[in-house]
């Protein structure tokens, strides 16, 4: 069966230092993957999705980049966390030409 | 742009109510339209899509391309069904959620 994790499920960090969210999905090949920031009345918001190795796409333009140096591995990054870089975060995968999604657990970023 | 709209942020029900979620899309063609639940504490799932015309713990939603809604209904709500749900069209565009509270 497919799993998905990502970590670190908190992650508590100070203006200006950088950032690195990990995803991984395990028991498929060729995901595609996302990443979506979550927030309180604003719902999910689609920052980054991936068809393939190095193949990235962003919805958003912000603080923040993803990578995807393996097939199965989708990173969230950014060089220096600005405070509005706080929130939930959570990484999902689809297979290619269908629709549902299956999300991890999420990570929540405080940036103080 | 495509576009999915949930109009509620919160809907508060009494145990026993019908419920209806409201969902309305801007996509052009023939959209795949989901609706997504997040229990406390646990992640974001699937409940229902629209293809499979199924009903999932007595929840239905029927896609109305001439109204371009896609509301999610129960007719008897329980309190095991407080939630947020989330409406979703093609993988990458969620409306903003709606929060439903059953009461006993």
């Known amino acids: 069966s497919q799993t998905i994790h990502q970590w670190p499920a908190t992650l508590v960090q100070p203006v200006g230092s950088p950032l690195s969210l990990e995803c991984t999905v395990e028991?498929?090949?060729?995901?595609?993957l996302y990443w979506y920031r979550q927030a309180a009345g604003r719902g999910l918001q689609l920052l980054f999705y991936s068809v393939g190795i190095g193949q990235i796409s962003s919805e958003v333009p912000q603080n923040l980049s993803a990578s995807r140096p393996q097939d199965r591995q989708f990173i969230l990054s950014s060089k220096k966390l600005l405070l509005s870089d706080s929130g939930f975060y959570l990484c999902?995968?689809?297979?290619?030409?269908?629709?549902?999604?299956?999300f991890g657990e999420g990570s929540r970023l405080t940036v103080l | 742009a495509q576009r999915v709209t949930q109009p509620e942020k919160l809907l508060s029900v009494f145990k026993g109510a019908p419920v209806e979620l409201k969902c309305n899309y801007s996509y052009s063609g023939s959209p795949e339209l989901f609706w997504y639940v997040q229990y406390s504490r646990q992640r974001l799932q699937l409940l229902l899509r629209?293809?499979s015309r199924e009903s999932i713990k007595g929840f239905t939603a029927d896609l109305n391309k001439g109204e371009t809604s896609f509301h999610l209904k129960k007719p008897f709500a329980q309190e095991e069904d407080s939630a947020m749900y989330y409406c979703e069209g093609d993988g990458l565009t969620f409306g903003k959620g709606t929060m439903l509270l059953v009461s006993p």
């Open positions: 999902a995968w689809n297979w290619q030409n269908t629709g549902e999604l299956f």
């Open positions: 629209h293809i």
């Open positions: 028991g498929t090949s060729n995901p595609n």
